[in-house]
T-cell receptor, first 112, second 109 residues
């Protein structure tokens, strides 16, 4: 089945630790995105990538980092510099500009 | 300038009642998309509207794109408990999507 896989579904980390969230897609999509969603809120763009080895900051990139070494993979690292990292993180991909976005199941990160 | 607004923020309806959410932009939109996110789930694409004045239907859901391409609406006829969730509109913006804040729908049985 084609789709986007995010792992893990739930993640707990201690304050001050870096943590990497995985996002893999087998849809052959060029563009991939990371969004953050806080309870009862909308989606805020963290980073996006249109092609391999290139990515751009979104609206709330501070405290996050990404890489795009392969077309299929777009991992997100939440660094210790992110002041309030507890949130629901969603990865998405699209085949070309303006077409529908396919989302992964999300990773719920809790920092204690 | 690229943001889209949605109203209402929340809507509570009795099962069987109709529901409408509105999406508004201060600038002309090239297209508008609608997504549904069930509680605890991820957004799922519903539809894309491109043409001025376009109306599309999916069973009990009716989607409209304004004549000026600055607003859109999603109307659900005779809501069911399965309609519960948050409905987002989204616009394409350069190489990105900009999502509205969403309308959270609760349906009381």
């Amino acid at each position: 089945d084609g789709g986007i896989t995010q792992s893990p579904k739930y993640l707990f980390r201690k304050e001050g630790q870096n943590v990497t969230l995985s996002c893999e897609q087998n849809l052959n999509h060029d563009a991939m995105y990371w969004y953050r969603q806080d309870p009862g809120q909308g989606l805020r763009l963290i980073y996006y990538s249109q092609i391999v080895n290139d990515f751009q900051k979104g609206d709330i990139a501070e405290g996050y980092s990404v890489s795009r070494e392969k077309k299929e993979s777009f991992p997100l690292t939440v660094t210790s510099a992110q002041k309030n990292p507890t949130a629901f993180y969603l990865c998405a991909s699209t085949s070309q500009r303006g077409t529908e976005a396919f989302f992964g199941q999300g990773t719920r990160l809790t920092v204690v | 300038g690229q943001q889209v607004m949605q109203i209402p923020q929340y809507q509570h309806v009795q099962e069987g009642e109709d529901f409408t959410t509105y999406c508004n932009s201060s600038t002309t939109l090239s297209n508008i998309q609608w997504y549904k996110q069930r509680p605890g789930g991820h957004p799922v694409f519903l539809i894309q509207l491109v043409k001025s004045g376009e109306v599309k239907k999916q069973k009990r859901l009716t989607f409209q794109f304004g004549e000026a391409k600055k607003n859109s609406s999603l109307h659900i006829t005779a809501t069911q408990t399965t309609d519960v969730g948050t409905y987002f509109c989204a616009r394409s913006y350069g190489q990105n999507f900009v999502f509205g804040p969403g309308t959270r729908l609760s349906v009381l049985p």
